[in-house]
C-alpha cells in the first residue's frame, strides 16, 4: 500500500475517492492517487459530468429483454433494428464481445449475451449465466436457423459450447449450431504456433484452388 | 552504498493448471499444482492477446513444462510447452465435468508451496486414464480414496472409531466426525452416520490398496459404488467444510 493512503494528512474525502478508484479493475494504490488528484484539478463542471455519468450508468442501463446485451431501453439497437438477419444468433460471454464482433462488420445476424461462461470449480453453472433465456428465445422464435457459439476458445468457453449445443439438442428445436473457426491469429509466425492452434488450422484448411 | 539488486529466480517444472482467473487488461493468473512446489499461483502475461505466444500452449486442464521466473508478490509465467493437451477429454462435456471435478479436488487437498509429490502424480495418473471408454464412476472414487490417503485424512476403515476394537467382517456405520467405520451399537451415540454393508466396506479398502490397472480390471457392483460415493462425498465435505462446487455440473450433465 502507498504511505499516502489513509494517511491522517490526507482530507478524509480525497481518501475516500482514491479508494472507490482502487475498486476498478487494474487500479493500484499509485494509479488511485493520480486519478484522484487529478480529479481534484478539473474545473468543477467537468467533475461533475463525471460524477453524473457513473450515477446514469447504473440508473439507465438495463439488460435487454431479448438478447440480455445492455441497453438503455427495454430491446437494444440491435434487437429493434429490422435489416438484420434474424435467422442468425450469435451466442457471446460478455457485452464487451457485442461490441468486438460488430466492430469488425464480417457478421449482421442478431445476438445473445450469457454474461459470463460455465466455471463448474468457480460455482458458476448453466443457472447462473442466461442460457435458459437463449433456449425460450430459440424456442419462441421460428425465424432462427442457426447460433453462432462465440464463446472464448479456452476450456470454460468450449464446455459452455458443448453444454449449448447439448440443451439445444435435447429441447428438440431443429437450429443448426456452428463455432467460431479456431487456426492462426492474422500477422503470426507458424514457428511460434503451439500444436492445437496449428492441429486446429489444419483441420479448418481453406480450399485456395479445388484443381479441377 | 551501493544499491543491491537481488537476482530472479527461475525454476523449470512440470505442472498440471488447475484454475485460472482473468487478471487486469491480458493477463491471466493460474493456479498451478506442481510435482516439487506444491500448489503455486503465476501471472501469465499478455496471454489474453490473441499473438500471444503461450495462449495456445495452456488451459486449464493441461500439463505443461513451465518456466517460472519466482517473484515475492506475484511469480511470472516467461515461457510455457504441452506435455499433454488431453484432447479426449476437452472434446466431450461429461469428460471435461469430471476433469473439473478432480482438479477441484486436487486443489482443495494440497497447499500452496508444500512439495507434494505424489497428489501431483495421482492427478496426473488419473487424468491420463480418462477417455470415453473408462469406467468414470469407478475411476472418481478410486481417486478420491486415494486422494484422502495422501493427503493423510484416509477415514479408518479397520477399527472401530468409537470403541477402538478391529471391526468384525459385517456391516457397519461410517461416522464422518469420527473419521471412520464405527460398529452399528453405537449408532445412538454418532450424529450422521452412514449405513455401509460389508461389500462396499472391502471395496472401499480394494480401492485404497490398490493401483488403477488392478482396480479397472474388477468388478464392482453399481449398488457398492453408490454407497461409496456417499460416504466420500459426506467424508470430503466434513473434512473441507465445504461443498465441491464441480459437483452440481459433474451430476446435470452425466
Same mark, same amino acid.
Given at each position: 500500500m502507498s504511505p499516502l493512503n489513509n494517511s491522517p494528512f490526507i482530507p478524509e474525502a480525497l481518501n475516500d475517492l482514491i479508494e472507490s478508484f482502487?475498486?476498478?479493475?487494474?487500479?493500484?494504490?499509485?494509479?488511485?492517487?493520480?486519478?484522484?488528484?487529478?480529479?481534484?484539478?478539473?474545473?468543477?463542471?467537468?467533475?461533475?459530468?463525471?460524477?453524473?455519468?457513473?450515477?446514469?450508468?447504473?440508473?439507465?442501463?438495463?439488460?435487454?429483454?431479448?438478447?440480455?446485451?445492455?441497453?438503455?431501453?427495454?430491446?437494444?439497437?440491435?434487437? !429493434?433494428?429490422?435489416?438484420?438477419? /434474424?435467422?442468425?444468433?450469435? $451466442?457471446?460471454?460478455?457485452?464487451? *464481445?457485442?461490441? @468486438?464482433? &460488430?466492430?469488425?462488420?464480417?457478421?449482421?445476424?442478431?445476438?445473445?449475451?450469457?454474461?459470463?461462461?460455465?466455471?463448474?470449480?468457480?460455482? !458458476?453453472?448453466?443457472?447462473?449465466? /442466461?442460457?435458459?433465456?437463449? $433456449?425460450?428465445?430459440?424456442?419462441? *422464435?421460428?425465424? @432462427?436457423? &442457426?447460433?453462432?457459439?462465440?464463446?472464448?476458445?479456452?476450456?470454460?468457453?468450449?464446455?459452455?459450447?458443448?453444454?449449448?449445443?447439448?440443451? !439445444?439438442?435435447?429441447s428438440g428445436t431443429k437450429v443448426k449450431v456452428s463455432r467460431l473457426a479456431r487456426g492462426m491469429p492474422s500477422g503470426s509466425d507458424i514457428e511460434y504456433a503451439d500444436d492445437t492452434t496449428i492441429s486446429h488450422a489444419l483441420g479448418s484448411r481453406v480450399i485456395i484452388d479445388e484443381g479441377l | 552504498m551501493k544499491a543491491y539488486k537481488r537476482r530472479k529466480k527461475f525454476i523449470q517444472t512440470e505442472a498440471i493448471a488447475l484454475k485460472v482467473y482473468d487478471f487486469g487488461d491480458a493477463d491471466r493468473i493460474f493456479i498451478f499444482l506442481t510435482p516439487g512446489q506444491g500448489i503455486i499461483k503465476i501471472v501469465a502475461k499478455g496471454i489474453r492477446k490473441p499473438k500471444s505466444k503461450m495462449g495456445g500452449h495452456i488451459d486449464v486442464l493441461s500439463k505443461i513444462n513451465a518456466y517460472i521466473s519466482l517473484n515475492d508478490n506475484l511469480s511470472n509465467l516467461s515461457q510455457v510447452e504441452t506435455i499433454e493437451n488431453y484432447k479426449t477429454i476437452k472434446e466431450d462435456?461429461?469428460?471435461?465435468?469430471?476433469?473439473?471435478?478432480?482438479?477441484?479436488?486436487?486443489?482443495?487437498?494440497?497447499?500452496?508451496?508444500?512439495?507434494?509429490?505424489?497428489?501431483?502424480?495421482?492427478?496426473?495418473?488419473?487424468?491420463?486414464?480418462?477417455?470415453?471408454?473408462?469406467?468414470?464412476?469407478?475411476?472418481?472414487?478410486?481417486?478420491?480414496?486415494?486422494?484422502?490417503?495422501?493427503?493423510?485424512?484416509?477415514?479408518?476403515?479397520?477399527?472401530?472409531?468409537?470403541?477402538?476394537?478391529t471391526l468384525l467382517e459385517g456391516d457397519h456405520l461410517f461416522s464422518s466426525i469420527n473419521g471412520g467405520l464405527v460398529e452399528k451399537k453405537f449408532s445412538t451415540e454418532t450424529d450422521n452416520y452412514i449405513y455401509v454393508d460389508k461389500n462396499s466396506i472391502k471395496a472401499m479398502r480394494f480401492l485404497v490398496n490398490n493401483e488403477w490397472d488392478k482396480v479397472s480390471t474388477s468388478k464392482f457392483s453399481v449398488k457398492n459404488l453408490e454407497k461409496i460415493k456417499e460416504v466420500t462425498k459426506k467424508y470430503i465435505q466434513t473434512i473441507t467444510q465445504s461443498s465441491i462446487n464441480s459437483e452440481k455440473f459433474l451430476s446435470r450433465v452425466n
Open positions: 482502487r475498486l476498478l479493475p487494474s487500479i493500484g494504490p499509485k494509479t488511485a492517487q493520480r486519478l484522484a488528484f487529478a480529479t481534484l484539478k478539473m474545473p468543477t463542471d467537468q467533475v461533475k459530468s463525471i460524477s453524473l455519468a457513473l450515477s446514469d450508468i447504473k440508473n439507465k442501463i438495463i439488460y435487454c429483454e431479448i438478447c440480455q446485451n445492455i441497453s438503455q431501453e427495454a430491446k437494444c439497437e440491435i434487437c !429493434i433494428t429490422e435489416s438484420r438477419d /434474424r435467422s442468425t444468433i450469435c $451466442v457471446v460471454e460478455e457485452a464487451m *464481445d457485442v461490441y @468486438v464482433l &460488430e466492430k469488425s462488420g464480417a457478421y449482421k445476424g442478431l445476438f445473445h449475451v450469457l454474461h459470463g461462461s460455465l466455471s463448474p470449480a468457480n460455482g !458458476i453453472g448453466p443457472e447462473e449465466i /442466461r442460457i435458459n433465456e437463449l $433456449v425460450t428465445r430459440i424456442e419462441n *422464435d421460428e425465424n @432462427v436457423k &442457426e447460433i453462432v457459439v462465440a464463446t472464448n476458445l479456452n476450456l470454460e468457453g468450449e464446455a459452455t459450447a458443448m453444454y449449448i449445443n447439448q440443451i !439445444i439438442s435435447e | 462435456l461429461t469428460l471435461i465435468s469430471v476433469g473439473f471435478y478432480l482438479l477441484e479436488l486436487s486443489e482443495k487437498f494440497s497447499v500452496e508451496n508444500d512439495p507434494n509429490n505424489d497428489i501431483y502424480y495421482l492427478l496426473s495418473i488419473t487424468l491420463d486414464k480418462i477417455d470415453k471408454s473408462v469406467h468414470k464412476e469407478l475411476l472418481m472414487r478410486w481417486f478420491e480414496l486415494n486422494l484422502l490417503s495422501l493427503s493423510g485424512f484416509l477415514p479408518d476403515l479397520y477399527n472401530c472409531q468409537i470403541s477402538g476394537e
